[in-house]
């Protein structure tokens, strides 16, 4: 559970959610830090702060892209795999957090301006944000066990 501490670290070191759950989960693919923190900067405070979908949820979204996806396109079973995988990871943080959506998982409005700004006097984002991280990097751990000798097999091939 090492990456749910990097994760939770990154996020305190000024990263959204997004960044925080894809940069130590999914740093093995890109070149540098900087592209997984810059691939992920739209999605923090439910997605560019409009209230959407959890960064966190997000961030692991694209971790188990990375990790699961299929190219070229006509790839119909893997497309079933990556679509089983991630549908497994919202109902497991669904069922954790109750809900997917930041505006509903930090009780504030962050599509405004005002809603962001309660959100920031209220601590929202210290005090509950952790929690989805390590939550999110919890799960994405578990899930990422679970698949990735069978899905490794699948690329690769036996041996």
Do not use: W
């Not at 930041?102 to 006097?121: I, V, Y």
């Not at 990097?137 to 990422?144: D, H, K, R, V």
């Amino acid at each position: 559970m090492y990456r749910s501490r990097e994760a939770v670290a990154t996020f305190e070191s000024g990263f959204n959610c997004a960044q925080s759950i894809l940069f130590p989960f999914g740093r093995q693919f890109f070149r540098g830090d900087v592209s997984a923190f810059r691939l992920a900067s739209a999605f923090g405070g439910g997605i560019a702060s409009r209230g959407e979908i959890c960064g966190a949820v997000s961030g692991s979204l694209m971790v188990i892209g990375l990790h699961f996806g299929y190219s070229p396109a006509d790839e119909v079973s893997a497309k079933a795999e990556v679509r089983q995988i991630s549908n497994e990871f919202l109902q497991a943080f669904e069922q954790r957090f109750g809900d997917l959506h930041c505006c509903k998982l930090l009780q504030h409005d962050l599509s405004t301006a005002e809603g962001r700004e309660e959100a920031k006097l209220s601590g929202a984002f210290q005090s509950v944000c952790p929690a989805l991280i390590e939550g999110a990097a919890t799960i994405l751990e578990e899930i990422l066990l679970k698949y990735s000798a069978a899905t490794r097999q699948r690329i690769t091939g036996p041996g």
